[in-house]
């Protein structure tokens, strides 16, 4: 009685092992990197009234959310973008008194063909005198997808 009650422990134990590393295999299906570009010398304009993380395709789009920052000198041209074969994932946020800063972590594409833009958002220091409006606009090549998925990390 006391050696079945231990083979069905022991039967169980390894049930849950098997289930868990399973689960554990097809969560950390391996990702595929997309290589991107953070643009640069752009700001958002002031009359857009939603802010948040967006997939834009077309320069329309574009340009109802953002404007050219351009400047004379070294890197003052604006990251050029091509449309017909590029696509952007913004992250915008509503003004703030603030420095706050958006970094794109990394950009990949998995099996079910979702895009995943990993990206980090800091917040520093006190009150500033002015406000501005973060944001990060990622370039990346078109690529098929079914769904774009955006994850703020720490």
Request: proline residues 5%; glycine residues 6%; aromatic residues 8%.
């Amino acid at each position: 009685m006391k050696q079945t009650r231990i083979t069905l422990i022991l039967l169980a134990l390894l049930a849950l092992l098997a289930v868990v590393s399973c689960r554990s295999a097809k969560e950390s299906a391996p990702a595929n990197p997309i290589s991107y570009t953070v643009a640069q010398n752009y700001f958002v304009r002031n009359d857009v009234q939603h802010f948040g993380e967006m997939q834009i395709s077309t320069q329309e789009q574009f340009d109802s959310t953002f404007g050219i920052a351009a400047y004379m000198g070294r890197g003052g041209q604006p990251t050029p973008i091509d449309f017909s074969r590029q696509m952007v994932l913004a992250v915008t946020c509503e003004p703030v008194n603030r420095h706050v800063s958006l970094e794109a972590v990394s950009l990949s594409a998995s099996a079910d063909g979702t895009l995943t833009l990993v990206y980090r958002k800091k917040v520093g220091g006190g009150p500033l005198s002015y406000t501005s409006t973060p944001c990060l606009v990622v370039v990346a090549d078109k690529v098929p997808h079914t769904a774009v998925r955006f994850k703020q990390v720490d």
